[in-house]
């Protein structure tokens, strides 16, 4: 199975102040049609998660672009911009091409 | 607009089995895979398989395999996931989750239902 690794556990930050979360893949997830195929999820408490990113960098329906993905093979990246209080819950990036698909183990992101 | 709801709150003693469905709604039903995803109290979020509605072709993770059936009712546009031989650990919130792709190679979540509660415990 993919091992996907989150860093850092949790994040506490200043509203304003931008984020950054890592996800690290056991296996490059890099298809031969050149896409990447690498997801990130917010869990706010009590809720369902909710997909911002598809594809490593593409942002979803109604996500904000201080929201962004980078990242290539197997080391990736989720970047608030200026992180606001709606922000807040915890963050899962997410294999899409191997199965069993795999999460990370989470980052969680709350307001100092 | 899309939307997945799930059936309520299930309370379920070691060894039994049970049924959570997920009625779709506001899109083709037949169109989309279903995925099913669990999260246990305090943890994080676990793959448990997928079922192609129109065809009703299954996948399931090698960890629930012998436990867990996927079906699905296409004249109500509902999915419905099945684990027997119920444990203390499977206690956890299910989810349904539709795929966007169709693809059948590559997969992730657009839309999620509410989750269902499953306690199992004596």
């Known amino acids: 199975d993919i091992v996907m690794t989150q860093t850092p556990l949790s994040l506490s930050v200043t509203p304003g102040q931008s984020a950054s979360i890592s996800c690290k893949s056991s296996?490059?997830?890099?298809?031969?049609?050149?896409?990447?195929?690498l997801y990130w999820y917010l869990q706010k408490a009590g809720r369902s998660p909710q997909l911002l990113m598809y594809?490593?960098?593409s942002r979803f329906f109604g996500v904000p672009d201080r929201f962004s993905g980078s990242g290539s093979g197997t080391d990736f990246t989720l970047k608030i911009g200026r992180v606001e209080a709606e922000d807040v819950g915890v963050y899962y990036c997410?294999?899409?091409?191997?199965?069993?698909?795999?999460f990370g183990g989470g980052t969680k992101v709350d307001m100092k | 607009q899309v939307q997945l709801v799930q059936s309520g709150a299930e309370v379920k003693k070691p060894g039994a089995s049970v049924k959570v469905s997920c009625k779709a709604s506001?899109?083709?039903?037949?169109?989309?895979?279903m995925h099913w995803v669990r999260q246990a109290p305090g943890q994080g979020l676990e793959w448990m398989g997928w079922?192609?509605?129109?065809?009703?072709?299954?996948n399931y993770a090698q960890k629930f395999q012998g436990r867990v059936t996927m079906t699905r009712d296409t004249s109500i546009s509902t999915a419905y996931m099945e684990l027997s031989s119920l444990r203390s650990d499977d206690t956890a919130v299910y989810y349904c989750?539709?795929?966007?792709?169709?693809?059948?190679?590559?997969?992730?979540?657009?839309?999620w239902g509410q989750g269902t509660l499953v306690t199992v415990s004596s």
């Open positions: 989750a539709r795929d966007p792709t169709g693809s059948g190679w590559y997969y992730y979540f657009d839309r």
């Open positions: 506001g899109y083709t039903f037949t169109g989309y895979y």
């Open positions: 079922i192609k509605p129109n065809t009703g072709g299954t």
């Open positions: 296996q490059s997830l890099l298809h031969s049609d050149g896409k990447t195929y």
């Open positions: 594809e490593v960098s």
């Open positions: 997410m294999q899409g091409i191997h199965l069993p698909l795999t």
